[in-house]
């Protein structure tokens, strides 16, 4: 299994982007479907974005026209852009990695995950 590190939270006001990246010790490359999920205070954990081994990419309703996930296989690392965040949005983020599509999607146990990063989204 790779190790995750994700970057890139912050705070940021509302209609404001940001961009995180989750960054494997190893080779993604064609293997692993990648995942970025995330959990507001008081909530379950939540699956945001998906993107396969390829380039198959599948979002939340919540998010759909805001948020983009890519990977760059060559760097080891994917993506999320966020874009017209709002303050719903706020969360700690989490990436996570599997060899298994269904396993990311389902966010269960199973794979890589990072440690999270937190997006606040306030005025």
């Known amino acids: 299994q790779v190790q995750l590190v994700e970057s890139g939270g912050g705070l940021v006001q509302p209609g404001g982007s940001l961009r995180l990246a989750c960054a494997a010790d190893?080779?993604?490359?064609?293997?692993?479907?990648m995942g970025w999920h995330r959990q507001a205070p008081g909530k379950q954990r939540e699956l945001v974005a998906i993107i396969s081994g390829g380039t198959t990419t599948n979002y939340a309703d919540s998010v759909k026209g805001r948020f983009t996930i890519s990977r760059d296989d060559n760097k080891n690392t994917v993506y999320l852009q966020m874009n017209s965040l709002k303050p719903e949005d706020t969360a700690v983020y989490y990436c996570?990695?599997?060899?298994?599509?269904?396993?990311?999607?389902?966010?269960?146990?199973?794979?890589?995950w990072g440690q999270g990063t937190q997006v606040t989204v306030s005025s």
């Open positions: 190893g080779s993604i490359r064609g293997i692993y479907a």
């Open positions: 996570n990695a599997d060899r298994n599509y269904v396993n990311v999607l389902k966010g269960g146990p199973f794979g890589s």
